[in-house]
């Protein structure tokens, strides 16, 4: 789960992280309003689950009252297009005022979990800032990390470890940076984020360190946990398909392509997908239905895809181990009578009771529908179709 950065601001400065206190704001007038009462140079930010606002104009320095309004103005009027949204950019529906700040410095702070030691790992680097995706690929050694133990949390050595590698001389700097770093630790593991970072985390003109920007993820596994973090969730910012899907069990993740996929098993939806790609198609999702998959979940999975008018044709590749290829089938002609099949719909299906749900699909006739042989026939099908 994301929250937005002014969410994550605030966890950060609870857990004792210097960040400057802001205002959230949902309209031009009340952007003026709130300078109005700061009355000084504020920054105005767009409150999206993306980064990149930096470089596409959606965070703006401004000086007085007419500034605010334009750059509200636009915020809200236009979709913003980062390299982390996809060409067709999404809507703004609220913004943070914070007063601005004199950079000296921009410092890059993270911590998510290293999956190859299975542990978490605080990451820092000098060269922070809207440049750190090109810092890593290009200069590794720029970022340099501390791995901690779950429980221990980060240790004093390793905070004087980090703070040196920043750089930082002088005792207010360095207060502060471990201030910095055991709030991040301890948010971080406290709500079992899967990844937190302050980009950038910056040295003022003043020689003060200040978190200027938040950005927190949660492990969903471990939301239940986190009543007050669930809370948070903003449903407008996700894919409306995707919070369908979860409220039915199904695990979806909306992708590009023009091709559904109906798959039980994440294993077999990733080759499934490789198998869509490799005949020249494009899938339009990732949807695994699990083993554990009732009917109204599986007629919801079709009612999803078939809504979707991006959807030009659909592969269902059932494997019934756990699952059982006649509930699928069952659930396929209730699609079909109750939302109708406008696209192709190509059938493999393998497994338990798969001659029962042959009968099924061949005593239905749906219109639309085709069997295939195997995986690749099924692909091949499709993508032809397509
Ligand atoms: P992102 O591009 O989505 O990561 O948004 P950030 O919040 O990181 O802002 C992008 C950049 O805007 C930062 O790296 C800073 O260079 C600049 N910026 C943000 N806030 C301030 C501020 O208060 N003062 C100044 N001078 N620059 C700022
Ligand atoms: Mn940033």
């Known amino acids: 789960m994301k929250i937005h950065e002014y969410q994550a601001r605030q966890l950060l400065a609870d857990a004792g992280v210097p ?97 190859a030691r299975g542990c978490p790992v605080v990451m820092v680097s000098r060269e922070g800032g809207v440049e750190i995706e090109q810092v890593a690929a290009r200069d590794p050694q720029a970022i340099i990390k501390e791995w901690l133990h779950p429980l221990a949390s980060l240790q004093p050595y390793q905070i004087r470890k980090l703070t040196d590698a920043l750089g930082f001389k002088q005792p207010d700097p360095v207060k502060a940076a471990v201030k910095v770093f055991q709030g991040l630790a301890s948010t971080f593991l406290e709500y079992d984020a899967s990844l937190a970072e302050i980009n950038p985390l910056v040295l003022t003109t003043e020689g003060r360190l200040l978190a200027i920007d938040a950005k927190i993820n949660f492990d969903d596994n471990a939301l239940f946990r986190h009543p007050e973090i669930q809370a948070m969730a903003d449903p407008t910012e996700e894919n409306p398909n995707e919070i369908r899907a979860h409220q039915a069990g199904l695990t979806y993740i909306a992708l590009d392509g023009n091709i559904g996929c109906v798959v039980n098993g994440a294993g077999l939806a990733m080759a499934t997908m490789d198998l869509i790609k490799l005949h020249g198609g494009s899938p339009a999702n990732f949807l695994d239905v699990g083993g554990s998959v009732t009917r109204e979940g599986a007629i919801e999975a079709f009612r999803i895809l078939l809504g979707e008018p991006k959807v030009k044709g659909v592969l269902v590749n059932i494997f019934g181990g756990i699952a059982k290829c006649d509930l699928i089938a069952e659930a396929l002609v209730a699609a079909a009578r109750e939302v109708g099949f406008k696209v192709p719909v190509v059938v493999r299906l393998e497994g338990t009771n798969v001659e029962r749900a042959r009968r099924i699909i061949a005593e239905a006739a749906i219109p639309g529908l085709v069997t295939a042989e195997g995986l690749t026939d099924a692909a091949k099908k499709v993508c032809a179709a397509v």
């Open 19 to 115: 960040v400057p206190p802001g205002d959230v704001i949902e309209s031009a007038a009340e952007a003026v309003a709130a300078f109005e009462r700061i009355r000084r140079r504020v920054v105005l930010k767009a409150q999206v689950f993306a980064g990149g606002r930096g470089k596409a104009g959606f965070v703006r320095l401004c000086d007085n009252a007419d500034q605010v309004r334009q750059a509200a103005e636009f915020m809200l009027a236009n979709r913003m297009v980062s390299p982390q949204t996809g060409p067709a950019g999404i809507a703004v529906k609220r913004l943070l005022m914070a007063e601005a700040v004199d950079i000296a410095h921009e410092y890059y702070v993270g911590m998510t979990i290293d999956r």
